[in-house]
C-alpha cells in the first residue's frame, strides 16, 4: 500500500492556489535546474553550524548529493549505503516548495530556492514540524538548511525513459573477499615497538609499564584489545576497514562512541597504523604524527601466538566456593532492567536471565541524517568481576557485532557501580 501511495503521490500534478496547473515546460525546467550532482558546502542543523569538513565525514560521502527526475541520493560516507529520496515540486508558490517522502512514508515539507549558482533547501527532519516557510533554522526550530552549489554543469533533463535508466557512478568500494584478506592479515597478536603520540615518542619499556601488559595488541575480526599493565582492566575498540583506498584506511570507534580515521600499511612483517586521536579530522595523509597534528603512530611487529607465551606460565588457583558463590549472587542482581543518563542522552538495559539484554540509547537532541533513538541486542555473561557483552543486531549498523566489557563495581538491590574500559564509572539506577 505505502508504494501504491507513493506512486499517486508522484503522479499527481503541482497545483497552484488557483487549482492551475503549471505547464509542462515550467515543471521540466524546474526540474532542470535542480538535475545534477551538488555539494553540500554548509549545513545549519536546528540553530547549529554544521562545516563542510564534517558533512563530507558524517552526512553525505565526499559531500554530494546526486538529484535525478523524481529522487535524490545521498551516500553514507560512513556505511557505503545509498540513501534515495522521492521528492516534488510545487513551482506555484513562493517560495518554492518541495517534499521528501522518506523510505518509511514519511513526508519532509520544505521550501527552496536559487541564489546566483547557490541553492539552498529548508526542511524539517520530522514529518510532524510544520512546513518550512523561510530560509533559516534557528534552535529548537526542527528544521535543517542547507546550502549547495553545483559540482559540474547541471545535467539536462532528458526523456523520462532516458532519465530513470540513469545509474550514478558509485565509488569504488572493496570486495567482500578484499576485506576479508584484511582481516586475515590483521588478526593476532601484535608486539607494540613504538608509538609517538602527537609529537611524543614512547619506546617499549613505556609501553609495556604504562600502556600494554606485555606490549601485546590483539586484533580480532573487529577490534583492538590490550590489558592496561596497572589496572589490569582492558581496553577495546570496534574497528572498519576499506583496503579500496591507498593507503589503506582504518576507522576506530572508541567508548565515546567518537569515530577516529586513521590508515595502514604493512611491510614485511612490520604493521604501521597511523591514527586520529580526535573526531572529525580528516583521514591522516601520511605515516607521521608529530606535535599538533592531534594523531599516534604505532609501529608494530607479529608476535608469537599467546598460547606459546603462556604455556609455561603458572594457572591461576581455582577459585574458592566462596568466591563462586559471591559471582553468582552478583549475576543474579544483574538481571532487570537498569537506567544512566550521559551527556549524549539516557540508555535503558534490560538484562535477562536466559544470557541474552537489549539496549536503548535516547539522544537528547537529534542529529542530521542521525537516528533519535537506537536499540541494540545481544547477549552477555560474567565473568570474574567483568560484564562482557555482545552486539548480535542493531538498528545502528555500526554497533552490530561489537563487543564491549565493563568491571562491575558495586551492585545492590537498587544501584549499580560500573567501570568501562578506561576506568571511568558510571552508576546505573534499577527499574525494576
Known amino acids: 500500500m505505502p508504494v501504491i501511495l507513493l506512486s499517486l503521490l508522484i503522479s499527481l500534478p503541482t497545483l497552484d492556489d488557483g487549482g492551475r496547473t503549471p505547464s509542462r515546460t515550467a515543471v521540466e525546467e524546474a526540474h532542470q535546474l535542480l538535475a545534477g550532482t551538488w555539494t553540500v558546502v554548509s549545513a545549519v542543523d536546528d540553530g547549529e553550524r554544521i562545516g563542510a569538513e564534517l558533512i563530507r565525514q558524517k552526512l553525505a560521502a565526499n559531500g554530494e548529493v546526486e538529484i535525478f527526475s523524481q529522487t535524490i541520493q545521498i551516500v553514507s560516507p560512513e556505511t557505503g549505503e545509498k540513501k534515495s529520496w522521492i521528492f516534488r515540486l510545487d513551482i506555484s508558490q513562493s517560495p518554492h516548495r518541495i517534499e521528501f517522502i522518506t523510505n518509511d512514508d514519511r513526508v519532509l515539507r520544505g521550501v527552496y530556492r536559487f541564489d546566483n549558482d547557490t541553492l539552498i533547501v529548508c526542511v524539517p527532519f520530522d514529518d510532524d514540524t510544520k512546513r518550512a516557510d523561510a530560509f533559516d533554522a534557528p534552535a529548537n526550530s ?236 545481544g547477549s552477555w555473561n560474567f565473568t570474574g568481576n567483568l560484564l562482557n557483552i555482545t552486539i548480535n543486531r542493531s538498528t545502528d549498523l555500526l554497533l552490530a557485532r561489537n563487543s564491549y566489557v565493563a568491571r562491575i563495581q558495586s551492585i545492590g538491590d537498587s544501584t549499580m557501580v560500573a567501570s568501562d574500559i578506561f576506568g571511568e564509572l558510571q552508576t546505573f539506577q534499577r527499574l525494576r
Open 142 to 377: 526542527g528544521l535543517i538548511r542547507l546550502e549547495l552549489k553545483p559540482k559540474a554543469s547541471p545535467v539536462a533533463l532528458q526523456p523520462t525513459a532516458k532519465i530513470a535508466s540513469a545509474t550514478p557512478t558509485a565509488p569504488p568500494r572493496a570486495t567482500d573477499a578484499e576485506i576479508r584478506r584484511q582481516h586475515e592479515l590483521l588478526s593476532g597478536d601484535w608486539s607494540i615497538l613504538s608509538i609517538r603520540n602527537n609529537g611524543d615518542d614512547y619506546n617499549a619499556d613505556l609501553i609495556r609499564q604504562k600502556i600494554a601488559e606485555n606490549n601485546r595488541l590483539h586484533i580480532g575480526w573487529q577490534g583492538l584489545y590490550l590489558t592496561n599493565p596497572r589496572t589490569q582492566a582492558k581496553q577495546s575498540y570496534t574497528m572498519r576497514l576499506d583496503p579500496s583506498r591507498t593507503p589503506h584506511t582504518i576507522d576506530v570507534t572508541n567508548k565515546f562512541d567518537d569515530l577516529l580515521h586513521g590508515i595502514y600499511r604493512f611491510d614485511g612483517d612490520l604493521l604501521t597504523i597511523c591514527l586520529n586521536k580526535r573526531e572529525g579530522l580528516p583521514t591522516p595523509d601520511q605515516f607521521d604524527a608529530p606535535s599538533g597534528s592531534y594523531r599516534v603512530l604505532y609501529r608494530l611487529k607479529m608476535a608469537p601466538p599467546i598460547e606459546q607465551v603462556t604455556a609455561a606460565a603458572t594457572p591461576p588457583p581455582s577459585p574458592t566456593d566462596e568466591a563462586a558463590e559471591q559471582r553468582e549472587k552478583v549475576r543474579k542482581l544483574l538481571v532487570g532492567s537498569w537506567r544512566y543518563t550521559d551527556g549524549k542522552g539516557t540508555v535503558t538495559t534490560v538484562i535477562r536471565a536466559d544470557g541474552s539484554f537489549v539496549f536503548t540509547r535516547v539522544r537528547t537532541r537529534k542529529r542530521l541524517f542521525e537516528p533519535l533513538t537506537v536499540t541494540s541486542w
